[in-house]
């Protein structure tokens, strides 16, 4: 329902694309931007990159937080509507026809990456959708 629909997570996502918005208006209204060479871009840079790190890749917060282990609950209560859902919509950038896109991609492009994925029982098998 909503943006529910277009993402898994359209708060992280929010969250990511506001720091790389704020990174973007801080470097364009420096005077003296000299690109990469300049060490304000560096600092500029880490909050949206140290953003993403922690919703990404930190297990206690974010997206590894909110789905594997913790999609238990919806397999378990509805399995059929769940895996359907996951099947159509992309887990952090809203878009429509995500179905469409191959794993290949979405695993390099759009963060579908397969420790998000829920192993019924911890186990190494995934859960395919």
Known sequence: VGVWSLSRHP????EIFQWWCAFALAYNSSEAASGYMDPLWWACIL???????ILLNIGATGISNAEGKNLKRYYEKCPE???E?????????PMV???????SV???LLFEFERYEYRPGGGSEVKKD
């Open 11 to 14: 708060n992280y996502f929010g």
């Open 97 to 103: 026809g995500y179905r469409h896109i191959p794993l």
């Open 81 to 83: 509507e769940y895996a």
């Open 47 to 53: 909050s949206p990159l140290f953003t993403m790190h």
């Open 85 to 93: 859902y996951r099947k159509n919509t992309s887990i952090l950038i």
């Open 106 to 108: 979405k695993r390099a």
